[in-house]
């Protein structure tokens, strides 16, 4: 059974549970409570749950009450009465949004007799849960969608960084650690899972190479099993990367982030004492955490995406771009299409940058990418899938093709390839123009066709004239029909 089939099979569950008062959202909490003591039943390590606690237990019970009870027990219990570091996490205040004990049955039945891998063997346990977290974040009402973005955007982001073993990555804002699982997956292909690293390489990547924070509760729960699925021990810290606690996370590699849009609570600011330009402007406080959190070796870069009022702001705004384009090599701003995120309209780019050795006039220019311009309104209809990005990708690598990207230590493409992509909507504009623009960014975008077509029509007075003029010549032809009918 496919990871997708078996997703649907988990998901169709909930409509079982609805009468339980169980929202999605709840739902996917109470699968991940699940599926975690019957994860450790088959990776094995149930040395660190309580006998009395264990999956088979919990299967084979006849008494629903009783195995409700116990689980109810276990989830109060467990964070105190394991070893484990991951289960301690995962469990921490957790509690049932089941009421029936029959429900809570038919959930450990129907997960256990699923079949937990494909034909050619491979585990499928966390592509299953990117599929649960991917259907919880397209219902509305979950609220879960702004914890995820896209797949096809997070893999094209990771593709054009081009992570390298050895390198520590971090996502600041990592909601279920989308971004930080399919840069892991990405290593995976290229090293046959690790299998070619020795023992102390291998930990690393394991334990050391992705990590992140997360500040919602629920979230966090569902990053650290979604990291745990995909086999990874990563570092995911409960907190806001805004106060005092980010100015540790430093001297990375990499980053790759979709920062919650919105401002603070109140307007406030950030507790930081590090930030040159602390603003209640919380994408703005994160470009800046993002930027200075990178290694200053020419080689740290990062992609990250952010709303458009960012590219233009005045006050702090200006002088977070302009420090950027000092510190660090913006070399491209893609404009994406609107409507790809949880909140319908909200209007996005994904800005790609390193960190150079020297801290002034590192930005000669900005190549800029209009997805956004006429072209389609994804959705049910039109899907949002990784071939929307392929002429981008040509742009940005110059022609030469994603697969050689990871060849190019930071990503970056020699701007001499660039200038030979023929395609209007990719265009470079010089730092002295941005400079001139009062350093906005919000530039590089086509001409739209609609109003295009629109002025073709002409000035709205000429058409008026042009419109009376034939609605008085009608009428004189209806009134000499009149007289001639008598």
């Known amino acids: 059974m496919s990871a997708d089939e078996i997703a649907n099979k988990l998901w169709n569950l909930c409509n079982v549970l609805r009468d339980d008062g169980v929202t999605y959202h709840q739902y996917l ?18 040395e660190h749950v309580p006998e009395n606690y264990r999956w088979r237990g919990f299967v084979d019970e006849k008494d629903n009450t009783e195995a409700f009870n116990r689980y ?14 991951s289960i301690k996490e995962i469990y921490a205040n957790a509690s049932t949004s089941l009421r ?3 429900n809570f049955n038919t959930l450990v039945q129907a997960i256990d007799l699923l079949d937990w891998y494909e034909e050619d063997d491979r585990d499928t346990m966390g592509d299953i849960y990117e ?16 914890y995820f973005t896209p797949r096809p955007l997070i893999n094209v982001m990771v ?11 971090n996502d600041p804002a990592a909601g279920t650690f989308g ?9 995976k292909n290229k090293t046959d899972h690790y299998f070619e690293l020795n023992d102390k390489e291998r930990t690393f990547q394991k334990e050391k190479a992705f990590s992140g924070v997360e500040l919602v509760t629920d979230a966090h729960r569902l ?30 590699d990499g980053v790759l982030a979709n920062p919650p849009f919105g401002t603070k609570k109140g307007g406030e600011r950030p507790t930081r004492d590090d930030f040159t330009f602390p603003t209640s402007n919380k994408q703005l406080n994160f470009l800046q955490h993002i930027y200075r959190s990178l290694k200053k070796d020419g080689k740290a870069r990062a992609a990250v995406v952010l709303p458009d009022n960012v590219l233009f702001e005045d006050g702090d705004g200006q002088k977070i771009r302009r420090d950027l384009m000092d510190k660090c090599n913006l070399h491209t701003i893609l404009r994406l299409p609107t409507g790809i995120f949880y909140a319908a309209g909200v209007k996005t780019n994904v800005l790609f940058f390193t960190r150079e050795k020297t801290e002034v006039e590192n930005t000669k220019g900005v190549w800029f990418y209009d997805m956004r311009t006429n072209t389609p309104n994804y959705g049910k209809r039109t899907p949002f899938t990784a071939n929307a990005f392929t002429d981008f ?8 093709g994603i697969d050689k990207v990871d060849k190019k230590y930071h990503g970056e493409i020699e701007d001499t390839k660039r200038k030979k992509v023929k395609d209007e909507r990719w265009q470079f504009i010089t730092r002295e123009t941005i400079t001139k623009k009062n350093d906005s960014l919000d530039l590089g975008l086509i001409a739209d066709d609609s109003i295009s077509d629109a002025a073709d029509l002409g000035e709205p007075i000429d058409i008026a004239k042009e419109a009376m003029t034939e609605l008085q010549t009608i009428t004189k032809q209806l009134q000499a029909m009149i007289k001639e009918l008598g």
């Open 131 to 146: 599929s649960l977290l991917e259907k919880n974040a397209g219902e509305k009402k979950s609220g879960a969608g702004q």
């Open 72 to 85: 109810r027990t276990f989830l109060a219990e467990i964070s105190n009465k394991t070893t484990s570091a």
């Open 100 to 102: 029936k004990p029959v």
């Open 223 to 252: 990053a650290l099993m979604n990291a745990r699925l995909h086999g990874m021990e990563s570092d995911i810290i409960l907190g806001d990367t805004l106060t005092e606690m980010g100015k540790n996370i430093k001297n990375l």
């Open 159 to 169: 593709q054009l960084m081009a992570p390298k073993l050895g390198e520590r990555w």
């Open 393 to 400: 990708v040509k742009a940005y690598t110059g022609g030469i």
């Open 29 to 46: 909490n109470e699968l991940t409570f699940i599926l975690f003591l019957k994860l450790s039943e088959v990776k094995g390590f149930e």
């Open 179 to 187: 971004f930080m699982i399919a840069a892991d997956e990405y290593l």
